[in-house]
């Protein structure tokens, strides 16, 4: 075993250019420093029999309960479809990669519940739709109450569509109710596309990729690449691997006129040509440690969204205030001038939403060939695992501070490190003061970030050596997670600590996978 001392020494204390001299050198142990050993961490050992079992005793019945009958079912609080993917997705990765089929089907099963709620679309808006009818983010104010809510959909739809398409590439024998479900998923997934793919939004969506981030003059986000396509893509890739494999006759149950399939398959390839057209490629400078370019997303084009207008301020002092007033309602107070703070010119993704990467360019490489079956293979000449390895590369060059010790990572993308989303009000009447510096880096571990280590290992190593923070009762440590990974204490309780478990342990086992 390598003692932590020695392995501290070859990482260079903390120098980013030490760990990744070594790397190479530390990769040949197969005795992990904090006690895992690489079998451990493969299919079938330790780490993945221990979230299983986490999830039998507790969370299959903590997302069943309370995401999906209380939240969802019960109060018609669509916003727990958006909850349930950023819980599970990661678990879902690590089901398919260790072809878990059993698994999948009880996560299937709480994704039938859901589809429960589905109400019936007017005949001037065909197809079945999530309507939110209540929770604390659908209200009058903001105008989402009894509407369809386009990002709560289709991040459910994301991971749903992932885990159809994973039981149907599955090594394991299929069930007939597997095969019904696979195919009820698609039918949803395409009834959904189908209506979000009007030819007017095909038309907007070519247009928008032709816009450079100059033409963007206000706080809209109308120009701007956000979740929603990205989630689309994703879809389109996983329902795409789901069809193949079921064959031809599956198609043809979904009764899709022959038009409609052909302006999918444009909206496809309007959306591969709208994201590749705001990714940014940079080469990194000669003699860098990392090989290859970095990628960004949007870059720039945010400098001007509320949530970023801050991103320039990295100061401890708080910008905003939350007071009462007259009527005890709290309401910001504006302690650092918005005036006063300088505009990043190159602006883009917070790390938190930029997750969504993970998933979405995994399915593209997992369902490349099925894409080109089913939705024609638009898109691109940058096959998508350059894409990933670029931005884990950027993940490492900008987003990462460099500390092997204490690893952190900055709000933004782009590297900035200042506050986000300061007094943002989505119309919930809600008063906040907003993420400081690094108030964001809890998204690695529970982002599914640590999964890029096949592109670069380093990650990987980031990875494990929070899970070693996470795990240690020493003080410093300790003090260290509490202040910046609060849920992820080792002797955290409680729901959020057993989720923020689940969402980041799967991304630790056979990620080469």
């Known amino acids: 075993m390598i003692s932590v001392t020695i392995e501290r020494r070859l990482f260079g204390l903390g120098s980013r250019r030490g760990v990744v001299s070594v790397f190479g050198a530390l990769a040949l142990f197969t005795t992990l420093s904090w006690g895992l050993t690489s079998s451990d961490l493969q299919c079938s050992g330790k780490l993945e029999r221990d979230i299983w079992q986490v999830w039998e005793s507790n969370l299959r019945g903590v997302l069943l309960e309370e995401l999906v009958r209380d939240r969802l079912k019960g109060r018609g609080d669509t916003y727990a479809l958006y909850d349930f993917q950023t819980y599970t997705h990661n678990l879902v990765s690590m089901a398919r990669r260790c072809d878990r089929l059993e698994r999948l089907r009880e996560v299937a099963a709480l994704i039938t519940e859901a589809y429960a709620s589905l109400e019936v679309g007017l005949r001037a808006s065909s197809g079945r739709r999530w309507i939110c009818r209540g929770g604390a983010s659908c209200t009058g104010g903001n105008g989402l109450l009894d509407t369809e809510v386009m990002l709560y959909s289709v991040q459910f739809l994301g991971v749903a569509a992932s885990v159809a398409n994973a039981m149907a590439t599955s090594r394991a024998s299929l069930t007939q109710e597997d095969t019904i479900f696979i195919a009820e998923t698609g039918k949803i997934a395409l009834e959904h596309l189908q209506r979000w793919s009007g030819e007017s939004l095909i038309q907007s969506m070519l247009e928008r990729a032709q ?303």
């Open 211 to 513: 816009v450079v981030r100059e033409e963007v003059k206000d706080g809209s986000s109308t120009l701007l690449f956000t979740d929603k396509p990205l989630w689309e893509i994703g879809i389109y890739a996983e329902v795409a691997g789901a069809l193949r494999t079921l064959g031809i006759k599956h198609r043809q149950a979904l009764e899709i006129s022959s038009s409609d399939w052909d302006r999918m398959r444009r909206h496809y390839s309007a959306l591969i040509r709208f994201f590749l057209a705001r990714v940014s490629l940079r080469s990194l400078p000669t003699g860098s440690a990392l090989n290859g370019p970095v990628a960004d997303l949007d870059r720039g084009y945010w400098r001007l969204y509320p949530d970023n207008r801050y991103a320039g301020y990295a100061g401890a002092e708080k910008p905003v205030l939350c007071t009462a007033d007259r009527d005890g309602n709290l309401r910001p107070r504006s302690v650092v001038p918005l005036e006063s703070v300088p505009l990043l010119s190159d602006a883009g993704w917070d790390i938190s939403h930029a997750r969504r990467l993970v998933h979405v360019l995994d399915a593209l490489e997992r369902n490349r060939s099925a894409i080109g079956e089913i939705w024609g293979g638009a898109g691109s000449d940058v096959r998508e695992a350059t894409l990933s390895k670029a931005f884990a590369t950027n993940l490492l060059v900008n987003v990462w501070n460099g500390d092997t010790e204490h690893p952190l990572f900055v709000n933004y993308w782009s590297g900035a490190n200042g506050w986000y989303r300061v007094a943002w009000d989505n119309g919930t009447g809600q008063c906040r003061e907003g993420t400081p510096p690094f108030g964001l880096t809890a998204s690695f571990p529970a982002g599914g970030y640590a999964t890029w280590s096949r592109y670069q290992p380093l990650i990987g190593r980031l990875g494990f050596r929070l899970y070693e923070l996470f795990e240690s009762t020493k003080p410093t440590d300790v003090a260290f997670v509490e202040r910046y990974y609060p849920d992820f204490v080792k002797t955290a309780k409680g729901k959020s600590a057993a989720l923020g478990r689940l969402m980041f342990l799967p991304s630790l086992v056979a990620v080469g996978k």
